[in-house]
DNA sequence: CATTCATTTCAATATCTATTGAGATATCGA
DNA sequence: TCGATATCTCAATAGATATTGAAATGAATG
């Protein structure tokens, strides 16, 4: 992940339907979800979609392929996951004690939440 | 940290100057550096300076303090890490398979480099 | 209290980005 | 192959954002 890289994903998430599609995605999973599907949920035209789906898929946020008459669109994670590691490498070189709350903000929202009992 | 929220830091940090003094900001740490330093440090006129840091300023991601003459910016650390919560958290609900790993790449970029023996 | 220094504000302009609607392309089923 | 479906591409327009230079503000110093 270079400036250039990350320049993209900002201004790919700077837009609201952009953050959308992508949280959309994101929730998806894996599958993935047609373009038609994420026009229904976005109520956007096909070639304003098309506009912004390809920006996202410029920008490495979503990745596509062909099923039948549909292009199914999903999210690719890694690159989020680089993101964010930019964001934070930067500030962890000598200030370690700025990243470790981030982290710690982060880690509970990745326990799954499974049983009433939390501990 | 809501959608409008998101929407103002991802817009804040897809402009290269802006994203740029971020990082100056972060890296400099706590005590932050006069609006002259960070003008010197980008090569930018005062006035196109002062207008991405009020932009930054309005997105919650710098703070600015008075100091003699000066005007001092700082990097506000909280707003970065909830922004990477709200990216990470709708995810996170029932896909804790895809944040797991986002964790894990962020972690060792939290690790303070110590010594030369990585074990 | 006038001068200098540091920064912001303002208005004009240039540049970039999003939306729209029409038409093109690709796939499937009859 | 024809018609229907799904999506993309293109060109025009509207709207948002960045840069510039000049002028205004606020704080320190002699």
Redesign the pocket.
């Known amino acids: 992940m270079n400036e250039r890289q990350a320049l993209d994903i900002f201004?790919a998430l700077s837009?609201e339907?952009?953050l959308r599609i992508v949280r959309l995605l994101i929730n998806a999973g894996p599958d993935g979800l047609?373009?038609?599907s994420i026009?229904e949920a976005m109520e956007?035209?096909?070639?304003?979609?098309?506009?912004?789906?390809?920006?996202l898929e410029t920008a490495g946020l979503v990745q596509?392929r062909?099923e039948?008459?549909?292009?199914i669109y999903s999210a690719v994670y890694p690159t989020l996951s680089d993101l964010i590691e930019f964001l934070l490498r930067d500030c962890c070189q000598g200030h370690p004690e700025i990243c470790t709350p981030a982290l710690a903000a982060l880690s509970p929202c990745c326990e799954k939440p499974k049983g009433p009992a939390n501990a």
Do not use: P, V, W
């Not at 956007?44 to 920006?55: E, V």
């Not at 039948?68 to 292009?71: A, E, Y």
């Open positions: 201004a837009q339907t952009r047609a373009a038609g026009g956007a035209a096909s070639s304003r979609l098309s506009f912004h789906l390809s920006h596509s062909r039948g008459r549909s292009i």
